[in-house]
């Protein structure tokens, strides 16, 4: 966040968006890689509270692979984001990143 603004003027000039959408879209991967950070802090055990009624939803640890991920070109930094950040932030939550 603290150069969003530097971040988004490359973005837009990269992809030819305006300034403004250029900032939004650093601002929106920021969001998402503070929210995955939160929740990875958030698991506890194997069971999770859900938002659902009649929903269980179970945790389980460990590493799962290689990730990869396709995104479209006209939203080069948010919708990866989407993908990256939450895998980042389980394997080091787990201290699979951390330990090597």
């Known amino acids: 966040m603290a150069r969003k603004d530097e971040l988004g003027e490359l973005l837009s000039r ?4 305006i300034l403004s ?6 601002t929106r991967a920021a969001h998402v ?5 939160q ?3 958030r698991v ?9 009624p009649n929903v269980r ?8 692979g290689v990730v990869g991920l396709i995104t479209p070109w006209n939203y080069p ?7 990256i950040a939450p895998a980042l932030a389980y ?3 787990e201290g699979l990143l951390l330990s090597s």
Do not use: C, N, Y
Not at 14 to 17: P, R
Not at 44 to 52: N, Q
Not at 57 to 64: I, L, S
């Open 14 to 17: 990269e992809e030819g968006k």
């Open 21 to 26: 959408e250029g900032i939004d879209g650093v």
């Open 33 to 37: 890689f503070k929210f995955f950070a």
């Open 39 to 41: 929740e990875a802090l």
């Open 44 to 52: 506890e055990g194997l069971s999770i509270a859900s938002l659902r």
């Open 57 to 64: 939803v179970e945790a389980r640890h460990g590493p799962v």
């Open 77 to 83: 930094i948010a919708i990866p984001a989407w993908k």
């Open 91 to 93: 394997v080091t939550s």
